[in-house]
Nanobody, 124 residues
Framework: QVQLVESGGGLVQAGGSLRLSCAAS????????MGWFRQAPGKEREFAAG????????RYADSVKGRFTISRDNGKNTVDLQMHSLKPEDTAVYYC?????????????????WGQGTQVTVSS
Protein backbone atom coordinates (compact mmCIF):
# COMPACT_ATOMS: atom_id res chain seq x y z
CA GLN A 1 0.00 0.00 0.00
CA VAL A 2 1.31 3.44 -0.95
CA GLN A 3 -0.15 6.78 0.09
CA LEU A 4 0.72 9.86 -1.93
CA VAL A 5 0.41 13.52 -0.99
CA GLU A 6 1.14 16.30 -3.47
CA SER A 7 2.14 19.86 -2.65
CA GLY A 8 3.49 22.93 -4.38
CA GLY A 9 0.68 23.95 -6.68
CA GLY A 10 -0.47 27.53 -7.03
CA LEU A 11 -1.02 30.50 -9.30
CA VAL A 12 1.80 31.65 -11.56
CA GLN A 13 2.11 33.95 -14.54
CA ALA A 14 2.91 32.60 -17.97
CA GLY A 15 6.63 32.05 -18.32
CA GLY A 16 7.04 31.38 -14.63
CA SER A 17 8.10 28.28 -12.74
CA LEU A 18 6.67 25.98 -10.10
CA ARG A 19 7.95 22.91 -8.34
CA LEU A 20 5.53 20.18 -7.33
CA SER A 21 6.44 17.60 -4.75
CA CYS A 22 4.88 14.25 -3.92
CA ALA A 23 5.56 12.53 -0.60
CA ALA A 24 4.99 8.80 -0.46
CA SER A 25 4.48 6.44 2.43
CA UNK A 26 5.63 2.84 2.42
CA UNK A 27 8.94 1.04 2.59
CA UNK A 28 8.95 -0.15 -1.02
CA UNK A 29 8.84 3.25 -2.72
CA UNK A 30 11.87 2.51 -4.86
CA UNK A 31 10.10 -0.45 -6.46
CA UNK A 32 7.45 1.81 -8.00
CA UNK A 33 7.66 3.73 -11.21
CA MET A 34 6.20 7.17 -10.53
CA GLY A 35 4.22 9.39 -12.79
CA TRP A 36 2.83 12.89 -12.86
CA PHE A 37 -0.50 13.27 -14.60
CA ARG A 38 -2.67 16.31 -15.12
CA GLN A 39 -6.32 16.96 -15.78
CA ALA A 40 -7.69 20.21 -17.12
CA PRO A 41 -11.39 21.11 -16.81
CA GLY A 42 -13.46 19.16 -19.29
CA LYS A 43 -10.52 17.07 -20.42
CA GLU A 44 -9.28 13.58 -19.72
CA ARG A 45 -6.40 12.95 -17.36
CA GLU A 46 -3.15 12.87 -19.29
CA PHE A 47 0.38 11.69 -18.66
CA ALA A 48 2.94 14.46 -18.16
CA ALA A 49 6.12 12.78 -16.90
CA GLY A 50 7.35 9.52 -15.43
CA UNK A 51 10.43 8.06 -13.77
CA UNK A 52 11.53 4.51 -13.09
CA UNK A 53 11.94 3.10 -9.58
CA UNK A 54 15.71 3.49 -9.36
CA UNK A 55 15.38 6.83 -11.13
CA UNK A 56 17.58 6.03 -14.08
CA UNK A 57 15.04 6.65 -16.80
CA UNK A 58 12.51 9.38 -17.40
CA ARG A 59 9.79 9.95 -19.96
CA TYR A 60 7.86 13.07 -20.89
CA ALA A 61 4.81 14.01 -22.87
CA ASP A 62 5.71 16.00 -25.97
CA SER A 63 3.75 18.95 -24.61
CA VAL A 64 6.08 19.34 -21.61
CA LYS A 65 9.37 18.03 -22.96
CA GLY A 66 12.18 20.53 -22.41
CA ARG A 67 10.16 22.50 -19.86
CA PHE A 68 9.41 19.96 -17.11
CA THR A 69 11.85 17.77 -15.19
CA ILE A 70 10.87 14.84 -13.01
CA SER A 71 13.17 13.60 -10.26
CA ARG A 72 12.96 11.39 -7.21
CA ASP A 73 14.75 10.84 -3.93
CA ASN A 74 14.22 7.27 -2.77
CA GLY A 75 15.86 8.02 0.56
CA LYS A 76 13.19 10.60 1.30
CA ASN A 77 10.34 8.87 -0.57
CA THR A 78 9.65 11.90 -2.71
CA VAL A 79 9.16 12.61 -6.38
CA ASP A 80 9.25 16.15 -7.74
CA LEU A 81 8.17 17.87 -10.91
CA GLN A 82 10.05 21.04 -11.75
CA MET A 83 8.10 23.12 -14.25
CA HIS A 84 9.57 26.02 -16.21
CA SER A 85 8.26 28.28 -18.97
CA LEU A 86 4.72 27.60 -17.89
CA LYS A 87 1.90 28.28 -20.31
CA PRO A 88 -1.82 28.88 -19.71
CA GLU A 89 -2.48 25.48 -21.27
CA ASP A 90 -0.54 23.88 -18.41
CA THR A 91 -3.37 24.87 -16.10
CA ALA A 92 -4.73 21.68 -14.54
CA VAL A 93 -4.94 19.59 -11.42
CA TYR A 94 -1.68 17.68 -11.18
CA TYR A 95 -1.64 14.18 -9.74
CA CYS A 96 1.18 12.00 -8.52
CA UNK A 97 0.76 8.28 -9.17
CA UNK A 98 2.59 5.04 -8.41
CA UNK A 99 2.89 1.97 -10.63
CA UNK A 100 4.54 -1.23 -9.40
CA UNK A 101 6.23 -1.81 -12.71
CA UNK A 102 9.77 -1.56 -13.98
CA UNK A 103 8.90 0.54 -17.00
CA UNK A 104 7.23 3.92 -17.35
CA UNK A 105 3.69 3.56 -18.59
CA UNK A 106 1.63 6.47 -19.84
CA UNK A 107 -1.87 5.08 -19.37
CA UNK A 108 -3.50 6.25 -16.17
CA UNK A 109 -5.20 2.88 -15.67
CA UNK A 110 -1.76 1.30 -15.19
CA UNK A 111 -1.17 3.20 -11.95
CA UNK A 112 -2.43 1.64 -8.75
CA UNK A 113 -2.07 4.53 -6.32
CA TRP A 114 -2.95 8.21 -6.66
CA GLY A 115 -2.61 11.37 -4.67
CA GLN A 116 -5.42 13.84 -4.15
CA GLY A 117 -4.05 16.32 -6.67
CA THR A 118 -2.76 19.87 -6.53
CA GLN A 119 -4.04 22.78 -8.60
CA VAL A 120 -1.72 24.63 -10.97
CA THR A 121 -3.08 27.77 -12.58
CA VAL A 122 -1.08 29.71 -15.17
CA SER A 123 -2.37 33.16 -16.00
CA SER A 124 -1.71 34.84 -19.32
Amino acid sequence: QVQLVESGGGLVQAGGSLRLSCAASGRTFSSYAMGWFRQAPGKEREFAAGITGPGGYTRYADSVKGRFTISRDNGKNTVDLQMHSLKPEDTAVYYCAADQNSVIRTASRAYEYWGQGTQVTVSS
